[in-house]
Structures are given as C-alpha cells and as structure tokens.
C-alpha cells in the first residue's frame, strides 16, 4: 500500500513500529528516523527477519526543517508519523508542508519553555494544509486518540447530544519501583505538576494541581484515586462535541507517587527553568530524568491492567441516557507481545491505526483536524483487530 516515516525511536514509536511490521499489507515500507541511529538499527535487525516490511533507519534532528525535508525528499513516504516529543511537532509539520506529505502525531505542540500545551499552534496550519492538500491528524494516541473516536462514536451511534464526558485514565500497574514514570519523565511530570482543569459552560475552569480527587471502582483494576488534570483533548472536544456543557479528565495516581513527586517538587527537582551548575547551565527536570528508571526498561518489571475510556452523558430520543466506553489493556500481555509495557501499547497501537488511516485513504480531508473529526467506525474495528478492544457499558457508576 506504502510507505511510512516514523520519526522518533522510543517508548510509543517501539510499539507503533512493531504494529507496522505486523500489518505489512498496508505499511510496505517504514523508514525509523530519530536522533539516537543505534535504537533504530537495533529495532531493524530485531524486526527485519520477521516481517515484510521493509525497514529503513536514518540519523536525524527534527529540530532541524532542513534536515527533515531532505530526509523526506530522499524516502519519500505518503505521511509522516512524529512520534518524537511536542516539542518537534511545528518543525515536522513545516517538514511536510514543504514536501506535501501527510502527518500524524500523539501530541500537541508545547513550547519547551512554558509547559503549557494547546492546540493553537497547530490549529493556526489549518490554511497551509488545505491549500497544500494535504491532512494533518492530531492526537492519534489513547488520550488524546482513542478518546477522541470514542467520543465521535458514542454522538454517532448512541446519543443525540452528549451534555457530560469524564475521561477516566486509569493504570493499575506495578513497577516496584517507589518512583518512576510510565512515559517520558518530562512530559509526564510537566503534565501533572501543571494546574489542573475543565471546561464547563464553554469557559476553562482552573484548579490546583491534583485538587480534586475521586475513588472509582475500574473493571480489571479495582478501587484507585484519581485526580482531575488538565488534559488536551478538552480543549478540540468541547468544540467538536456537539451540545457539551462540562468536560473532565482523571488520572489515577497511588499515594507514594504523589508523596515522592511533592518531595521533588519541593526541593526544585521538577523546575524547568535553567540553573547553573558548575559552570554548566542545567535544566532540573530534565537532570531528573537522568537518574530516573528508563520508561523503555518498565516493561518486563510492570505487572497488572489499565482500563482508559469516557463516560458520556446525554439525551437520547428526548431521554436521559449514560454510556461508558472503555479498554482495559494487560501491562505482561503487551510485554509478551511487543516488548513494552501498556502505557507504551495503549499510545502505539493507535498510532499505527491513525498512520493506516490516512495512508488508505479511508480519512482524506485537506486541512488540520482532531481526531473526533473524522468517521470513527473503521478506527474502532481496527482497534478490536489490533490489540486494543473495548467494552461498552450502559449503566455506568458516575463520577460526582
Ligand atoms: P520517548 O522519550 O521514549 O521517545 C522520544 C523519542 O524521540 C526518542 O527516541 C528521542 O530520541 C526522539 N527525539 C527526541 N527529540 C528528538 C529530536 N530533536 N530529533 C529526533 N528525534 C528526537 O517518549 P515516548 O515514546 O514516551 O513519547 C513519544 C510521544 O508520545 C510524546 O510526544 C508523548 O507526549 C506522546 N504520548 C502520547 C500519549 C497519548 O496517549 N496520546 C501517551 C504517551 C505519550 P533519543 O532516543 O535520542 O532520546
């Protein structure tokens, strides 16, 4: 069918490369191209011999337009897969503007120095990507991705308004480590030492940092804190989503996590402005994820689920109604499966579906849209097919 770039080369792109390699039929070629060459060879001679998929690597910083468009114009792919960080999403869109190639990414743009992600940035492509005829998909993770297709299927198929959604996130595993995070350190502890937020009545409402907090008793898991956070997804559903009065995001946090992520904060450990240390000017975050555990090395070590997914509340032929869609993901089975634990798998997997969409033309619109914008039926067959399907529930317990 054709070809992929996959920019980036660790814990998600692992697995979203994995799920190319499996789904030859569509992904007959994927070139790896990321800052650090060796994780990209290493992942091509552990895959090569097992798939059809003709595997490619390069050495590149996506930092860099040029280097981007030079290396797109040398493989020439039909959409460009950036699996990088945020920080990397404008270059890569510039990429592919100037080399008229499709592109797909897991999150929106953040400036390194603000830790404040919004969709702005990217949304103000929207003129560049329709004249150049070309799509760009934002958010083809689990959240934002997966909830995103939930929530257009759930306005799709079960309600005539959807007035209420409360995302839930929740990871019910075990690493056995007293500190250490399932993605990437930065990103996830810029994420939830941020104030927390939701949308109600079309205004953000701001909380503290992990200022509300809720019990809920999750299939597969059991009973788990969770905490409300700002989340991105919010902010492009509360506008696709028609008849929204309140939008909410949780994730589930255990007590020592909390308790070691308050100690670092205190001491400064989870600053990003630069200090000077010996001589040397250092980020503190990101000397912290230097000494913290390798996402990538959890996936042998993490035993239990995840259950991720939204409940909705709305009206239906003029009644009442709540529906809860949901996946629970096993951390060993993914671990047996792709070499990753599930938060990796739950991002992975639909970043390989989202590429798929696009490079079949099942989605085909020029400009820059959110994933809700799109059909969701063909996203949620895939989703059964390669590895994560879900669970519907017509009488869900509610979050207050
Ligand atoms: P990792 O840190 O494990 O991987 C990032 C990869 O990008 C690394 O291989 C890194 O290279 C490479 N990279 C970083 N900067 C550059 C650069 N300038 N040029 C080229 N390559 C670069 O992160 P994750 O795999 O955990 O996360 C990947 C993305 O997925 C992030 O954007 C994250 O926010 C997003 N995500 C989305 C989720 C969702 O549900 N939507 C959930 C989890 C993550 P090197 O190997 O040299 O470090």
């Known amino acids: 069918m054709g070809k992929c770039m996959i920019i980036g080369c660790g814990g998600v792109a ?4 994995h799920k190319c390699c499996q789904n030859s039929e569509v992904f007959e070629g994927i070139m790896i191209a990321s800052r650090t060459k060796s994780k990209c060879d290493a992942l091509k001679e552990k895959l090569q011999p097992t798939t059809k998929t003709v595997i490619e690597t390069a050495q590149v910083n996506a930092d860099n337009v040029d280097e981007l468009i ?3 114009n040398s493989y020439k792919p039909d959409v460009v897969l950036n699996l990088a960080l945020p920080y990397q999403d404008l270059t890569i869109m510039d990429a592919c503007l100037a080399t008229k190639t499709h592109y797909v990414d897991t999150a929106n743009y953040e400036p390194l120095d603000t830790a404040k992600f919004e969709y702005k940035w990217q949304w103000a492509y929207r ?3 329709e004249q150049a005829g070309i799509t760009a998909l934002l958010g083809s993770g689990f959240d934002p991705g997966v909830t995103g297709v939930f929530s257009a299927y759930a306005m799709k198929h079960e309600f005539d308004e959807i007035n209420y959604i409360d995302i839930l996130d929740c990871n019910g595993g075990d690493h056995g480590y007293p500190f250490a995070t399932n993605f990437n350190p930065e990103i996830n502890i810029r994420e939830v030492s941020a104030k927390g937020s ?3 009545d079309g205004k953000w409402v701001e909380t503290e940092p992990m200022e509300i907090k809720r019990v809920y008793n999750f ?3 059991g009973e788990k804190d969770m905490y409300l956070l700002h989340h991105e997804e919010l902010e492009s559903l509360a506008l696709n989503i028609k008849g929204i009065k309140r939008i909410r995001f949780f994730m589930t946090f255990g007590q020592s996590y909390l308790t ?6 205190n001491v400064g450990m989870t600053s990003i402005e630069p200090i000077m240390y010996e001589g040397k000017e250092i980020v503190p975050l990101q000397f912290l994820k230097a000494v913290l555990p390798d996402p990538a090395s959890l996936g042998p070590r993490t035993v239990g689920k995840t259950n991720i997914g939204c409940i909705f509340r709305g009206k239906k032929d003029g009644k009442d109604k709540n529906y809860y869609l949901y996946n629970i993901c096993d951390h060993q089975e ?3 499966e792709v070499g990753s634990q599930a938060i990796s798998y739950t991002t992975g997997v639909p970043a390989m579906i989202g590429a798929m969409m ?4 099942t989605w085909k619109k020029a400009g820059v849209y959110n994933i809700e914008e799109f059909d969701p039926d063909q996203f949620m067959e895939a989703l059964n097919k390669w590895g994560l399907p879900w669970e519907e529930d017509f009488d869900p317990t509610l979050v207050d």
């Open 127 to 129: 003129e560049k990507f």
């Open 70 to 72: 030079a290396l797109i």
């Open 219 to 221: 299939k597969g898991v």
């Open 260 to 265: 070691h992520l308050k100690c670092l904060e």
């Open 334 to 336: 993914c671990y047996k």
């Open 358 to 361: 696009i490079m079949t033309g």
């Open 14 to 17: 692992s697995v979203a490369i």
């Open 198 to 200: 939701y949308i109600e």
